[in-house]
């Protein structure tokens, strides 16, 4: 199973999990934080590789994989692609 975690960084530093996103037969489910997780099904991420397009769980690996690059800041980031063992892919 590929999932990808998605983090927060608190005031002190520290990183802690607001959802994880896992990849399903029938597309992407992000549990954790509700209104988070909520706003990636309703509003989806930019394709960086398409201009003007965005990706939803509907859309499955491709979505997981763009995860990455839509949160790279200092506050919000999400882990590379993992398999149910924990390892990047």
Same mark, same amino acid.
């Given at each position: 199973? %590929?999932? *990808? ?22 597309? *992407? ?23 003007? %397009? ?29 398999? %149910? ?5």
């Amino acid at each position: 199973m %590929k999932f *990808v975690e998605i983090y927060r960084t608190q005031e002190d530093g520290s990183q802690r999990t607001i959802a994880t996103c896992t990849l399903t037969p029938h597309g *992407v489910i992000c549990a954790g934080e509700e209104p988070f997780a909520d706003n990636l099904a309703a509003e989806g991420i930019p394709d960086h590789s398409e201009q003007g %397009k965005m990706l939803f769980p509907s859309d499955g690996i491709r979505f997981l994989e763009a995860l990455e690059d839509a949160f790279r800041s200092g506050y919000l980031m999400a882990s590379e692609l993992q398999e %149910k063992d924990g390892t990047p892919i």
